[in-house]
């Protein structure tokens, strides 16, 4: 089973500032079938990113996705008001698990 | 448009079974795998295991052998997760979410809204 860790917990940010988002494995990820999802309260999770580094349809291009084997980053380029939220990685490639999530919240 | 529709918010007493439907529309069901994901209050996502719509076979991750069972019904593009012998841990919102493939090895774009079951005595 592939151990996903994101780092750091919790980010504060203020409007306008650069996010990046770390989502270390614990053994290489497979193809680089990783993906990226946001999460706001109340709401289903939003696909962002899949296969590293692909923008899912209609997902603004602040937010990018690199990586490779085990280490892997999401970086928002200038944070929008709504991209304040959570958002977890997941590896897809074999018995899929997903990490524990950062929360980007406003400083 | 491809929607997932899942059944209302549940209370149950520790020991029930509750069974949690997600309707698909907007695509060919037994195109794609269908994967379950839950969520713990104030928790992460949690993947649950998929099936696969075409043949109806079932993968459940670890931790969720034994309790809880997939299941499909073609022809009204549904699919079920059923939880047997309710405990207060399985407080949870559960997901569905389709897969980008068949065979359970993709991303998932489409999310149901999420089922709430709360178990409590």
């Known amino acids: 089973e592939i151990v996903l860790t994101q780092s750091p917990g919790t980010l504060s940010l203020s409007p306008g500032e650069r996010a990046t988002l770390s989502c270390r494995a614990s053994?290489?990820?497979?193809?680089?079938?990783l993906a990226w999802y946001q999460q706001k309260p109340g709401q289903a999770p939003r696909l962002l990113i899949y296969g590293a580094s692909s923008r899912a349809t209609g997902i603004p291009d602040r937010f990018s996705g690199s990586g490779s084997g085990t280490d892997f980053t999401l970086t928002i380029s200038r944070l929008e008001p709504e991209d304040f939220a959570v958002y977890y990685c997941q590896q897809y490639g074999s018995s899929p698990s997903f990490g524990g999530g950062t929360k980007v919240e406003i400083k | 448009q491809v929607q997932l529709v899942q059944s209302g918010s549940e209370l149950k007493k520790p020991g029930a079974s509750v069974k949690v439907s997600c309707k698909a529309s907007?695509?060919?069901?037994?195109?794609?795998?269908m994967n379950w994901v839950r969520q713990a209050p104030g928790q992460g996502l949690e993947w649950m295991g998929w099936i696969n719509t075409n043949t109806g076979n079932p993968t459940y991750a670890q931790g969720f052998t034994g309790r809880f069972v997939f299941s499909l019904d073609t022809s009204v593009s549904t699919a079920y997760l059923q939880i047997s012998s309710l405990k207060a841990e399985d407080t949870a919102v559960y997901y569905c979410?389709?897969?980008?493939?068949?065979?359970?090895?993709?991303?998932?774009?489409?999310w149901g809204q999420g089922t709430l079951v709360t178990v409590s005595s």
């Open positions: 979410a389709r897969d980008f493939s068949w065979d359970g090895s993709g991303w998932y774009k489409y």
């Open positions: 053994q290489s990820v497979s193809s680089s079938y």
């Open positions: 907007g695509y060919t069901f037994t195109s794609y795998a």
